[in-house]
């Protein structure tokens, strides 16, 4: 069996979302850490990463302020977004920019893949806050329960 070259030309196959989403968690992380913006971190990559992970960090840098201020309204009472840990916070922005701009997305898939992520970079308790958090800004961005 031949397998034929992937868009990179290494013979895998093209990365699909949930690898998009986490190689975008890589990138948003890295580019907080380096206190850069994300066009200077794309710009320093060797090969360009999934063109919706681009998407998804693009548009998190894009509307930042709108998605800082809608989950600033929706964590823990008394907190602050810098209480929280990078990881679970970037993955509530990715997951947010998804909510509001990726609407043919559905809400479910999107709080579920945010979750999975959660379970597997961040800690114990990371899943079930990232799962209420989208929970309630899915409610506020798209209104009513998530879809089946």
């Known amino acids: 069996m031949s397998t034929s070259p992937g868009p990179d030309g290494s013979g895998r196959p093209a990365p699909g979302r949930r690898d998009a989403r986490e190689r975008a968690l890589e990138l948003l992380y890295e580019a907080q850490a380096k206190d850069r913006g994300v066009s200077e971190v794309l710009a320093e990559l060797p090969v360009e990463p999934h063109r919706y992970a681009v998407a998804l960090v693009t548009g998190v840098e894009a509307h930042a302020g709108e998605i800082?201020?809608?989950?600033?309204?929706?964590?823990?009472?008394?907190?602050?977004?810098?209480?929280?840990?990078?990881v679970d916070l970037t993955l509530l922005r990715l997951a947010t920019e998804e909510l509001m701009y990726e609407p043919s997305i559905p809400t479910a898939v999107v709080i579920s893949e945010a979750v999975a992520l959660a379970k597997q970079f961040s800690g114990d308790d990371s899943g079930r806050f990232v799962n209420g958090v989208l929970g309630a800004v899915a409610a506020e961005v798209r209104g009513g329960a998530p879809d089946p």
């Not at 800082?68 to 990078?86: F, K, M, N, P, Q």
């Open 68 to 86: 800082d201020a809608l989950l600033a309204r929706h964590v823990r009472e008394g907190w602050t977004l810098a209480r929280l840990a990078i």
